[in-house]
């Protein structure tokens, strides 16, 4: 089954902390069988609503691959640690999965252009 979490955590942590946290959840992923398809950190953002006194957070969301008992076993890792604000998860129909298909090619097809683009211009000037 494919599967799709976001979380938020708390926006004082440093680069590095909050890239720990995310490698944490990912490897509890990987630890009881799933596979990782994508893996976006989003990066700091406004709250619509402001969670424990906080008005922003960093987000991240992980696609991945496993049995639906994976699924409690990663929010139960995600209501333990204290930098997670909020979480997510949800299965991906088939409709929602071609969807996630479509935004990962087009995401990368972007990146490839951007790549190209300062590439070209670095060879122009």
Known sequence: MKYETVFILTPVLSDA???E??????????DNGASIVNEELW???KLAYPIQK????FYTLVEFEGEPTIVKKLETAFRRDERVLRFLTFRLDKYA???AEKRRS???NKEVTVKEEVESEVKEG
Do not use: I, W
């Open 17 to 19: 902390q909050m890239k």
């Open 43 to 45: 990066g700091l953002r």
């Open 54 to 57: 906080k008005s922003t957070g």
């Open 97 to 99: 999965a071609e969807y």
């Open 21 to 30: 946290a995310v490698e944490k959840f990912t490897t509890v992923l990987k």
């Open 106 to 108: 087009l995401k990368g």
